[in-house]
């Protein structure tokens, strides 16, 4: 089992520059959801997806696209990149909607982690 | 808005005790708390599911309080092993299927 894949880990573009993070998982969970980690403001939700076919916003979804064709698959784009995306981003996943009732399937597995740097 | 955590770092010497925590302007339905060592992946900890609950991993518990919105880790006899960041997690209440994380405590263990 692989879990949660990520690529690239790192990634440096200069602003206006579009691009794709890639995050794959094997362990054929519904819940797949991006994150940003910046100094001081935690982990904050840019977009998630409870199935293949169905996305919705986070908390901070502006200049990020998604889509989910498969159970597996849940890339992030990166459409016109600018300086403020520069950050550390997280791909996790879960069986179930996270912090529901029930076992550890509710509980989020995170990918390695991308490292973007946008000059 | 993301729970709101306290202190945002705190450093201390191993065998000292430390709590963390974690305040919500929203009702919380379970807190989660992850743990995050420098340069990996936030790793899970434990759920607590109802207001009052408190749970023990090692030397790492935790407490719900569901009326004051508010969750606490307790940190006992820390190990260099505890160092890290530290966030709680919640599912958002108002009706998405959100997950949100608080703004994370960093803490350090000196030996």
């Known amino acids: 089992n692989a879990g949660v894949t990520q690529t690239p880990k790192f990634q440096v573009l200069k602003t206006g520059q579009s691009m794709t993070l890639q995050c794959a998982q094997d362990m054929n969970h519904e819940y797949m959801s991006w994150y940003r980690q910046d100094p001081g403001m935690g982990l904050r939700l840019i977009h998630y997806?409870?199935?293949?076919?169905?996305?919705d916003q986070g908390e901070v979804p502006n200049g990020y696209n998604v889509s989910r064709s498969t159970t597996e698959d849940f890339p992030l784009r990166l459409l016109s990149a600018a300086p403020s995306q520069t950050s550390v981003y997280f791909c996790?996943?879960?069986?179930?909607?996270?912090?529901?009732?029930?076992?550890?399937?509710?509980?989020?597995?995170f990918g390695a982690g991308s490292r973007l740097t946008v000059l | 808005q993301q729970p709101v955590q306290s202190p945002q770092a705190v450093i201390l010497r191993e065998g000292e005790d430390a709590v963390i925590n974690c305040s919500s302007s929203?009702?919380?339905?379970?807190v989660h708390w992850y743990r995050q060592k420098h340069g990996e992946a936030p790793v899970f900890l434990m759920i607590?599911?109802?207001?009052?609950e408190q749970k023990g991993h090692d030397k790492i518990s935790a407490s719900f309080n569901e009326k004051k919105q508010q969750s606490s880790l307790y940190l006992t006899a820390s190990q260099l092993s505890y160092s890290g960041t530290y966030f709680c997690g919640t599912p958002d209440t108002s009706g998405t299927y959100k997950y949100i994380f608080g703004t994370g405590t960093r803490l350090k263990v000196l030996a």
């Open positions: 929203k009702a919380l339905y379970s």
């Open positions: 607590l599911l109802k207001g009052g």
């Open positions: 997806s409870v199935g293949a076919g169905i996305t």
């Open positions: 996790a996943s879960s069986y179930t909607r996270p912090g529901t009732v029930g076992s550890g399937a509710n509980v989020l597995t």
